[in-house]
C-alpha cells in the first residue's frame, strides 16, 4: 500500500509560479507510474501530467510549456512545477500512482489533495 502525501499548494497571483511536491511511503517507488491531477469547482477530476517508468512524461494541452512534472527517486518524491500560472489553474491538485508502467485515469493510489488558487 503507498501512501501520497502532497504539499506545496496556496495562493498565488497570476503569472506567478508554485511547485508541488508528493512524497510516497509504503511502496517501491520505481515500480509505479505517477501523475497529477486537479479537479475545480464544478468540473470533472482531470490529469495533468503524467510520468511513466521509463521516465517519459505526458502533459494535458492547456498546462503545455508551463508546467514540468519530475521525480526524485532518492527522495521518493515527485513533483510538479507550475510556472506562468493562470486564474484558470485554479484547483484541488492531486498526486497519484499505479502499479506499472503508465499512468491511467484510474490510478491504484491517490493523495489527500492541496489547493491551489491563482489570483488575477
Known amino acids: 500500500q503507498v501512501q501520497l502525501v502532497e504539499s506545496g499548494g496556496g495562493l498565488v497571483q497570476a503569472g506567478g509560479s508554485l511547485r508541488l511536491s508528493c512524497a510516497a511511503s509504503?511502496?517501491?517507488?520505481?515500480?509505479?507510474?505517477l501523475g497529477w491531477f486537479r479537479q475545480a469547482p464544478g468540473k470533472e477530476r482531470e490529469v495533468v501530467a503524467t510520468l511513466n517508468r521509463s521516465g517519459g512524461s505526458g502533459y494535458v494541452d492547456s498546462v503545455k510549456g508551463r508546467f514540468t512534472i519530475s521525480r526524485d527517486s532518492a527522495r521518493n518524491t515527485v513533483y510538479l512545477q507550475m510556472d506562468s500560472l493562470k486564474p484558470e489553474d485554479t484547483a484541488v491538485y492531486y498526486c497519484a500512482a499505479r502499479t506499472g508502467s503508465v499512468l491511467t485515469k484510474n490510478p491504484d493510489f491517490w493523495g489527500q489533495g492541496t489547493q491551489v488558487t491563482v489570483s488575477s
Open positions: 509504503g511502496g517501491t517507488f520505481s515500480s509505479y507510474a
